[in-house]
């Protein structure tokens, strides 16, 4: 890819890491028209979130975890509804006039039971889920509105829906961030980029593809990750299928965007376990019990950095310990996959559950 992007993003990213920290987050947004924001609601401005950001896995490897969400965002565009281009019609005013105005009792009304306030172009969530206290700071310093504020409030209740289950299950081994921050910015890498607990979205990406909410699950996933190293997985391509298999389990609204623009590609596409999104919901679904998560042993051995990436058939043997799978090569388990009907019946949800959901009742399984 696009060194260039890459580090222009990664520049805009280190540089608008803490919304409370405005002598940095004041840079020019290309167009130079902030965003106006109504506080209609009463504001607590007294405290912003600390937004620290540490490079990650995802950071090392921007190039895997960009190029892949284009990879699945153009490979499901082909099936995309064709509401796009009306969206996109529709908003054609709003985004040639600049920024919208939003109104922020929208996101009080839009998220029952989280605490919102705005202070300096962000828009500051606190939540309690699972147990934890999370955060979300959305930075709009470089929204320029072509991401329609009913959009930005959904991406907010996908936060809230997905993240807290995710870092349930996996965050909590790897002390994956509680407070995190989703900028919508009209400039850098699109569609969109992880850096520890910062999250880029293009502001034209929603705007051009409606549908596509689930990228954030994927990038959210990468948050979780809280820093995976590809020296340390077996393909460093694992970092983004992992945040395929989470966008695919913990797909916002069980799935009403994700499974009409989103597929789970079969072995026939995919070919190999560096490039399949279906084998880890494939080994999830049918080889984790209630008291052996096998897909949790997997991230906590990428998490651990336990074994280099000539080492995994010894990693494997970790991961498969206690479970059917016991003694089994990954290449048999492999086998096994792509012989299945599992590996190959539609996830497709345009019109209703898809094939492989209708069979396969994946995402009941799972908290
Ligand atoms: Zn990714």
Not at 42 to 48: F, G, N, R, T, Y
Not at 52 to 62: Q, R
Not at 66 to 90: F, I
Not at 280 to 304: A, G, H, N, Q
Request: aromatic share 14%.
């Amino acid at each position: 890819m696009k060194k260039e992007h890459l580090l222009a993003a990664l520049l805009t990213a280190a540089m608008l890491t803490s919304c409370g920290s405005r002598t940095v987050s004041q840079t020019s947004s290309e167009s130079g028209v902030p965003p106006t924001v109504v506080t209609a609601s009463s504001a607590d401005s007294s405290e912003p979130a600390s937004a620290e950001t540490t490079v990650t896995d995802s950071a090392k490897n921007p190039e895997n975890s960009t190029v892949t969400t284009e990879n699945n965002t153009s490979a499901d565009s082909s099936g995309a509804p064709s509401a796009q281009n009306d969206y996109s019609e529709e908003n054609s005013e709003l985004s040639s006039d600049g920024p919208s105005l939003i109104d922020i009792s929208i996101f009080s009304e839009g998220l029952p039971g989280i605490s919102v306030s705005y202070d300096n172009s962000c828009v500051y969530e606190y939540g309690s889920a699972k147990g934890f206290d999370f955060t979300l700071v959305l930075d709009l310093d470089k929204w320029e509105g072509n991401t329609s504020p009913e959009q930005l409030v959904t991406a907010s209740q996908l936060f809230w829906e997905c993240y807290p289950r995710m870092y349930t299950r996996f965050g909590t081994t790897s002390g994956a961030p509680k407070d995190v921050t989703l900028a919508v910015e009209n400039e850098g890498y699109s569609p969109a980029y992880t850096m520890g607990d910062f999250v880029h979205l293009h502001d034209e990406w929603l705007r051009d593809y409606p549908e596509d909410f689930d990228c954030l699950t994927h990038e959210f996933a990468h948050v979780i990750q809280n820093g995976w190293d590809g020296e340390f997985c077996e393909y460093s391509d694992y970092i983004e299928r992992f945040a395929d298999f989470c966008r695919y389990e913990y797909a916002f609204r069980s799935g009403a965007f994700n499974d009409s623009n989103w597929t789970l590609w079969t072995p026939d596409y995919e070919g190999d376990l560096a490039s399949s999104n279906r084998f880890f919901v494939w080994l999830d679904y049918t080889y984790s019990t209630p008291s052996k998560d096998i897909m949790l042993d997997f991230f906590r051995v990428c998490y651990e950095q336990s074994y280099p990436s000539d080492q995994w058939d010894s990693a494997w043997q970790e991961i498969f310990s206690g479970t059917a799978l016991e003694g089994r090569s990954i290449s048999d388990v492999w086998d096994e996959f792509a012989s299945s009907d599992f590996a190959y019946l539609s996830s497709d949800g345009t019109y209703g559950t898809s094939e492989l959901l209708s069979t396969y009742d994946i995402r009941s399984k799972i908290a």
